[in-house]
């Protein structure tokens, strides 16, 4: 009797199949992610900051002013050449606000533009943070610098990146914050 009972559970099972459709006939909703509902994703952000929307701008740092071809919404931050250069330590700096939305490390990329060797650097740093040097050797057009030497750890929220000049003659359009470490901007963003 077992058998023909096994037998007839299987015969069932097999019709019914027919008329349900597999795991792969069934379409999923467009908005509904096809993976598991525990597995965390994170994406990549990208935090694009206009360097002349600085909250407070300290002199001798400046607003500078050019054409939108050559820099963003046609303004940037710069440390003015100074009679004479070098003549005495020149300071100056500017608080950019920002707002994260997902925490995690984040690598700081600066469009800028140096005057020569004398003036090709800036100081950043985010909220608290040790200063770090933003430089490189290309001179006189616009270009992508990156921060190559750490990441900085931020927590969901505002924060406040803070430019400061160590050289006159150095001027600084666009900075993006990302947690895409293989991104690299390009031109104007």
């Known amino acids: 009797m077992l ?3 096994v037998v007839l559970i299987i015969l069932a099972l097999v019709a019914a199949s027919q008329f349900m459709p597999s795991i792969s006939q069934v379409e999923r909703p467009k908005d509904e992610p096809n993976k598991p509902s525990n597995l965390t994703v994170t994406e990549n952000q ?18 500078g002013r ?5 820099c963003s919404e046609g303004a940037f931050l710069e440390i003015p050449l100074q009679d004479p250069r070098g003549s005495e330590k020149v ?30 650097s800036f100081s950043v740093s985010i909220d608290d943070s040790n200063s770090l040097k933003l430089t490189d050797s290309t ?7 990156a921060l ?9 929220g505002e924060h406040q990146l803070v430019v ?13 914050l ?6 690299v901007p390009q031109g104007i963003e």
């Open 139 to 145: 001179l006189k057009h616009w270009h992508w610098v």
């Open 91 to 120: 300071k100056g700096s500017a608080i950019v606000p920002f707002r994260v939305a997902v925490p995690g490390k984040y690598l700081l990329h600066a469009r800028c533009w140096w005057f020569d060797n004398c003036g090709n």
């Open 164 to 176: 400061a000049n160590s050289e006159d003659g150095a001027r600084i359009d666009q900075i993006m």
């Open 178 to 183: 990302t947690n895409d470490p293989e991104y």
């Open 66 to 70: 050019a054409s939108e071809e050559s």
């Open 46 to 63: 990208y935090i694009l900051l206009e360097a002349e929307s600085a909250k407070e701008v300290v002199l001798p740092m400046t607003i």
């Open 148 to 156: 190559q030497k750490r990441p900085f750890l931020l927590t969901a």
């Open 3 to 5: 058998p023909v009972l």
